[in-house]
């Protein structure tokens, strides 16, 4: 949605990207379909820092893909700390179980392959940071599925909260992923149990915190 200058101007002013990070970005560029969906360069960093203000022990990550925003969170944990993450394509594994080895986290990882409206009701953790980053029809059932797994003050970060624009002028009601994204952002904005912020970064993101 940004003008490719300010894109340029934004990227030059976040701390660099790390070279196994850039190297990952560029396998999936080559290799994986959609690359257009790894989080990248600004919002990787956006999720390390937030990550590194919340210290958390346990997160949650909901659309693994090639598993560029897993490592920028990773990095983030408390000692001991663990990352669950869930994605649905068990063809990108390959690319993502290699990164996770070069950059020292695979330790930190629990990987699901599956459907993530499953995975999460059998998981038995308390989430300080959730990540919610797949299908865009089931955020709303993300939201509500891993509400109660999280304590008072957790945090959860949703991506592509204004979905390239869409949200202001959704006509086609058969566009499930629009609806989704607006029926998500109505819910949480309505929601009393939490406060939250609408950031328009990249794609927007939703920060939200429970209260
Ligand atoms: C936008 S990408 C995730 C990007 C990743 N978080 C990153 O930062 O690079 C969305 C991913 O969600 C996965 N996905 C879609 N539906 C899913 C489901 N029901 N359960 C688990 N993963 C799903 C897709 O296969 C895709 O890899």
Redesign the pocket.
């Known amino acids: 949605m940004l003008d490719i200058k300010f894109e340029k101007y934004i990227k030059e002013h976040c701390s660099p990207e790390n070279e196994i990070l850039a190297e990952l970005n560029r396998e999936?560029n080559l290799k994986a379909l959609?690359p257009r969906?790894?989080?990248?360069h600004v919002?990787?960093k956006f999720?390390e820092i937030v990550g590194f203000m919340v210290r958390p022990n346990r997160i949650l990550?909901?659309?693994?893909?090639?598993?560029?925003?897993?490592i920028?969170l990773a990095k983030c944990l408390a000692e001991k700390g663990l990352i669950h993450t869930?994605?649905?394509?068990p063809e990108?594994d390959y690319i993502s179980t290699k990164y996770f080895k070069k950059s020292n986290v695979e330790d930190k990882v629990v990987k699901y392959t599956?459907?993530?409206?499953e995975?999460i009701q059998t998981i038995d953790e308390k989430f300080d940071l959730v990540?919610i980053?797949?299908?865009k029809e089931?955020y709303l059932n993300y939201y509500q599925l891993v509400f109660d797994k999280m304590e008072k003050g957790g945090i959860i970060l949703a991506?592509?909260a204004l979905w390239d624009g869409k949200v202001l002028n959704q006509t086609d009601n058969s566009d499930k992923e629009t609806k989704g994204i607006i029926d998500f952002n109505d819910f949480v904005q309505q929601d009393d149990r939490v406060e939250n912020v609408l950031i328009p970064l990249r794609d927007g993101v939703m920060l939200i915190r429970k209260i």
Not at 114 to 117: D, F, H, P, T
């Open positions: 999936t959609f969906m790894l989080s990248g919002l990787g999720l990550e909901i659309g693994t893909y090639t598993g560029y925003a897993t920028c869930i994605e649905l394509n990108l599956g459907n993530a409206l995975i990540f980053d797949a299908d089931n991506d592509n």
